[in-house]
Nanobody, 128 residues
Framework: DPLVQSGGGTVQFGGSLRLPCAAS????????MAWVRQAPGEGLEWISS????????NYADSVKGRFTISRDNAKNTLYLQMDSLKPDDTAVYYC??????????????????????WGQGTQVTVSA
């Protein structure tokens, strides 16, 4: 599997979690990456993207100021640091790869077809 996720679990309201996503089988540093989540009974919601170098990031309004996306190209790993978690953040979280050449533009939301590989997903539950 090109993207393997770990982490996740149950955390109390206001708590923090960090989700790693380990990449393999491709040149990680040549692709922009993203995090997407799916709450129970809901569709997919893009929450953040990061460019190849990590210098440009983009966030959905729902997580801006609370979540931080980052990457370590030397370790081929993408991260999502989640702070000030709320019950509304309860969802399955997926890391995803953007297609080669994708440009991260702050203030824009990627289209549904602008992902070409997905992690297996990890459950995050925030208790009130």
């Amino acid at each position: 599997d090109p993207l393997v996720q770990s982490g996740g679990g149950t955390v109390q309201f206001g708590g923090s979690l960090r989700l790693p996503c380990a990449a393999s089988g491709f040149t990680f540093s040549m692709y922009a990456m993203a995090w997407v989540r799916q709450a129970p009974g809901e569709g997919l919601e893009w929450i953040s993207s990061i460019d190849m170098s990590g210098g440009t990031t983009n966030y959905a309004d729902s997580v801006k100021g609370r979540f931080t996306i980052s990457r370590d190209n030397a370790k081929n790993t993408l991260y999502l640091q989640m702070d000030s978690l709320k019950p509304d953040d309860t969802a399955v979280y997926y890391c995803a790869r953007h297609p080669r050449g994708f440009i991260v533009r702050p203030g824009t939301t990627p289209k549904t077809w602008e992902y070409d590989y997905w992690g297996q997903g990890t459950q995050v539950t925030v208790s009130a």
